[in-house]
Structure formats: structure tokens, C-alpha cells
């Protein structure tokens, strides 16, 4: 087991709070679909979970976009927020909480958690001199820039030269504590490489750094001097905290941290690291608060091997690719082709391939034809065995049995790629055994005993593939149960159906019940044409 689940019976993650200076982007679209099959994942095992997503909506950088537009800047936050909830709803993502760091009650935890530091004494008035990226909502050092003064990731948006009385935080004095807790904690920062790169930042020496502006005026005003602004970033992550509310509830720090706090996972790209691994747990610690459990920085999204961007002008729009193709193949591709952690590429003719290797064919023919199988040579009737008619040694179920926790630890350990890896050596060795055990000819010789252990085995296999896999395709792994004769909707699994569907009984191999009253058959997922 993972160390960074210490409690059994709940769990809480979070996707950045995504800014709302555009519609959202499939870079935004990556890291919420990772963390809806983490959040199933978890929910399917029985654990209650909160996934909190949202948008960071104050500061410059939205200041002036919604200047940019002419629409009133809460406008403006308002019709983006709209196009993020479609999207999550296109994508089935299903989220419990979305945080807008414009909502009423984020003001009231901004200030009291402000006034916890503040009385520590570890905020001070002093100047802020240095280049700004206000696309990054950041300071940067002169040696991070480019020639022409941009930051690395905004390569045609030079940065702003800043000379202003700012308030900071003591960042300077956490160094040693945040040294020992990723010491002693060394799941904190995950992958390995990320945390590397953070222990280098860190061993630099850490400097303190501002958290009010003066020339902003899209913030909270800051409570001991209200010419300035609360920082953006100061004000984004605590909408971690406030999503913690109930609907309704005061928005008191105590309130917001009695049930679902620590947060166990925090899901991010790797360029917002330093935020939520150097400078979220110093703020934690300087308020008294407990850390997260951990923090996750996954990697970019490249199209046709070049970083997606606006400024190279190859986004892809989420919303047609979902129209296009379905939620299930968008989530499916992401999470099995992209080793969560590394970059990784979209390229549409490698999409479609994917697609109709994996879903169309080895998944969606082999059910197929299995269940017309049993409709002509057992006249459609579920054949009359149970896994104790297995031995151990079966092909089939001899993977089957060990698969349940193989993919388990999987999922519990950010390793989706390779769950879905894992998941489909079964679905291959299932379409190889088909073709070499041929029932097609035992059921000419009359060997109708050997026809049906063959179509039970290759059923149950395509059965609990759909179960594991239900994380990633929900609607795919719904039709397949319902064919097999299964009740139960992965869609509403802490609505009640967890019962239908427990996990300690569905991902075992050999759930699929003598005699089992199949449902109607209909192909899954129909074969993709490249487009002109
Ligand atoms: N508002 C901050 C987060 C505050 S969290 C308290 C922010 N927002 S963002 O909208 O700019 O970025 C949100 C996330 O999208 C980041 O995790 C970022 O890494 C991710 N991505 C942006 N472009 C991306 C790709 N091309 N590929 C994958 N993820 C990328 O930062």
C-alpha cells in the first residue's frame, strides 16, 4: 500500500482551481479526467470521496482578460465557469465540489486563515523589486528568462518589471521544515523526478516571498491594509480549504476542516509544483494546519510532439474531440496511452488507432462474437458453470485470479497506464485462446461440455475487465455488465449502487454465476474512421 493513504474510509483530491482567463483547454481537461478515475477508483472500493475542482478566478491576469472582452470581470468568470461544468459534464467527470475563489464564503476562510499567519508573526511589509509573469501569476529570477524577457512557458509574453511595497511571507523560515518533511515523508512529492527537481529548489536556500499587490484591484482587499490585494496564489489555494464546506455551512477554518481534512492527493502539472509542495505546506505549517498527503505533478500534453499552446496555436478543443469521439475513447486514450508523470503526445491518427485496437477490437469484437456464440451452439443461455469448474491452472483464469490486485496497487499507486496494460494481457490472451481453442469446430465434433467452459471463461474475463476498467470507461463497462446480465451503474456508485457492485466480490475472477440471465447483445464501441 501506497504511504499516502492513511485513512481508510475517506478520501479528498483536488485538481488545480483552473484560471478563467479562457474555455477550458485539454491540458485542464487531462488533469480532471485523471483525477475522476483516481476519485472512482477509491469510490469503488468502498471509501467515501470528495473531488473538489474549480477555478481561481482573481488577479491580474483575469483582470485583464475580462478588460480585454469589455464584459464586467465577474461577467466574464461567470460564462467561463459555465464552459468548465459542460465540459466536466461532457466528460462524465464527477465531481463533488467546484471552488470559485469568487464564491461568498471564500473571503471569510481567506481572512481567518490570513490572520492565523499574520499573528504568528510571519508576514512583514518590505519591497518588492524583480520581473513579473503575469501569465504564471509569478516572480521570476533573471536567469529563468529568455533573451527576449519571457518565461519558459510563456515564450511570447514578456514579463513585467515590478518595484512596489509588497507584504511577504516568511517562506525563509520553513526551510528546515519543509526539508524534513520530505524527508521523512518521501511519498510527499510524487513522481521521484519532481520531487528531485523540488529538493534541488529547495536545497538553494528559500526566499520569502510577496503575497499582497498594489496594483491590482480583482482580489480580496488585505485585512491589515486594505490599499493592497491579496497575491492570487495565497487566495487559489486556500479554495482547497473552502470547497471543504458544507453547502450552507459557516465558513469558518474549524468547519471546513472537520471532516475531509488533510487532503490526501493533490493532482497538478508540473509547472505549478513549487506552489503546492514548497509554498502550500509552509503556509500550512505557519497556520498550524496539518499538510496534505501528497502531491502529484503530472506532465504536458504535447500535439504532434510540440508543447500545446496558445502560443504555438495547437490547442485542441476538448468539446469537439469529446463530440467527435465520446467520452469514454478521450478518457480511455489519455489515461492508457500517457504515462501519468511524463509528457505525453496526442496525435490523432495514434487516437483512433488506440481506440480501435484496444475497444473496438480486442474488447467490443471479442464480446461480440462470444455472445453470438452462446446464442447459436447454447441457445443464449449463460452456460451452467461456475469458477469452481476452473482449475488453477486455466489460461484465463489463472491471470484472472491475481488480476483484482495487481491493478489495485496500480491505481493506488498513480500507475494508470500500466493498470490499463495489465487489464488488457487478459483481454489478449482471452482472444487468443478463442482462436486457438476454436469452439466453432468442438461444437461440430459435439463437444458441447468443452464449447461452454470456453464461453464462461472468455465471458468472465470480458466481465471483470470491464469491472477494473469501469474507472476509465464507466458507459462502456455499463454496457458490457448490462449483456452479461449484471445490475448495477457505475455512473452512481455512491448513490447507492456500491452495494450491487463491491468491489471485494466484482474483482475477483469467476463472479459470473452459473446459468446467468444474459442481457441483450449490442456491439460496444463502433470502429473510428480517420477524418479527410
Ligand atoms: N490557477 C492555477 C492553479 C491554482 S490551484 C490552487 C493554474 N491554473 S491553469 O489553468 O493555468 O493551469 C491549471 C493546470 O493545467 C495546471 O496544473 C497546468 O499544469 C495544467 N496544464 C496547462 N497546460 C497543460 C498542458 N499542455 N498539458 C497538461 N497540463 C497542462 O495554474
Not at 523589486?129 to 503575469?134: E, L
Request: some cysteine.
Amino acid at each position: 500500500m501506497n504511504d499516502y493513504q492513511t485513512n481508510f474510509d475517506r478520501f479528498t483530491l483536488t485538481t488545480p482551481l483552473y484560471y478563467v482567463n479562457d474555455v477550458p483547454h485539454i491540458g485542464s481537461a487531462y488533469t480532471t479526467i485523471v483525477a475522476d478515475v483516481i476519485a472512482r477508483f477509491q469510490r469503488l472500493q468502498g471509501r467515501s470521496v470528495l473531488l473538489i475542482t474549480g477555478t481561481d478566478e482573481h488577479g491580474l491576469k483575469i483582470q485583464r482578460t475580462a478588460a480585454e472582452t469589455g464584459l464586467a470581470t465577474q461577467v466574464h468568470c461567470d460564462r467561463i465557469v459555465d464552459s468548465f461544468k459542460s465540459l466536466w459534464d461532457k466528460l462524465n467527470i464527477k465531481y463533488d465540489r467546484f471552488s470559485r475563489t469568487t464564491a461568498n464564503n471564500h473571503q471569510a476562510i481567506v481572512n481567518e486563515f490570513f490572520q492565523r499567519v499574520w499573528d504568528k508573526g510571519d508576514i512583514y511589509l518590505a519591497r518588492q523589486q524583480g520581473w513579473y509573469c503575469v501569465s504564471c501569476e509569478e516572480f521570476k529570477e533573471e536567469r529563468e528568462l529568455t533573451t527576449d524577457k519571457c518565461c519558459s512557458i510563456h515564450v511570447n509574453k514578456p514579463v513585467e518589471w515590478r518595484d512596489e511595497e509588497n507584504y511577504f511571507f516568511r517562506l525563509s523560515k520553513y526551510q528546515q521544515y519543509l526539508e524534513e518533511l520530505y524527508s521523512k515523508r518521501p511519498n510527499f512529492i510524487q513522481p521521484t523526478s519532481r520531487r528531485n527537481e523540488i529538493l534541488n529548489f529547495v536545497n538553494r536556500g528559500l526566499q520569502d516571498f510577496s503575497i499582497s499587490r498594489v496594483n491590482v484591484d480583482w482580489g480580496f482587499p488585505l485585512p491589515v491594509d486594505p490599499k493592497h490585494t491579496i497575491y492570487v496564489w495565497f487566495d487559489a489555494l486556500l479554495g482547497y480549504v473552502t470547497a471543504l464546506l458544507e453547502p450552507g455551512e459557516e465558513p469558518t477554518l474549524a468547519n471546513a476542516l472537520s471532516k475531509w481534512w488533510p487532503i490526501d492527493l493533490h493532482l497538478i502539472g508540473k509547472d505549478i509544483l513549487r506552489f503546492h509542495a514548497v509554498y502550500w505546506p509552509a503556509m500550512l505549517a505557519s497556520a498550524e494546519l496539518t499538510v496534505p498527503k501528497t502531491v502529484f505533478g503530472h506532465g504536458f500534453l504535447t500535439k504532434d510532439g510540440l508543447k500545446m499552446g496558445k502560443s504555438l496555436g495547437n490547442t485542441l478543443d476538448p468539446f469537439s474531440l469529446v463530440d467527435r469521439y465520446g467520452a469514454d475513447a478521450v478518457r480511455y486514450y489519455f489515461i492508457k496511452e500517457i504515462e501519468l508523470g511524463k509528457d505525453g503526445d496526442f496525435n490523432e491518427t495514434r487516437f483512433i488507432n488506440t481506440l480501435n485496437a484496444d475497444l473496438a477490437n480486442d474488447l467490443g469484437n471479442l464480446l461480440n462474437r462470444t455472445l453470438g456464440m452462446l446464442r447459436k451452439y447454447c441457445q443464449g443461455n449463460g452456460p451452467q458453470l461456475s469458477q469452481a469448474d476452473f482449475d488453477r491452472e486455466h489460461p484465463l483464469k489463472k491471470i484472472g485470479i491475481e488480476l483484482g490486485d495487481r491493478v489495485s496497487q496500480n491505481y493506488m499507486s498513480f500507475k494508470l497506464s500500466q493498470a490499463c496494460e495489465d487489464i488488457f494481457a487478459l483481454i489478449r490472451a482471452s482472444n487468443k485462446y478463442i482462436d486457438d481453442s476454436a469452439p466453432w469446430s468442438l461444437f461440430k465434433q459435439g463437444k458441447q461440455a468443452e464449447v461452454e467452459q470456453i464461453l464462461y471463461a472468455v465471458l468472465e474475463s470480458v466481465r471483470l475487465t470491464a469491472y477494473l476498467l469501469s474507472p476509465v470507461i464507466p458507459n462502456l463497462s455499463n454496457s458490457i455488465y448490462q449483456q452479461l446480465g449484471f445490475t448495477g451503474d457505475f455512473n452512481r456508485i455512491d448513490e447507492g449502487d456500491e452495494k450491487q457492485l463491491e468491489f471485494a466480490l466484482h474483482s475477483q475472477w469467476g463472479k459470473l454465476a452459473a446459468n446467468q440471465n444474459l442481457g441483450k447483445a449490442s456491439p460496444i464501441f463502433a470502429k473510428l474512421e480517420l477524418p479527410e
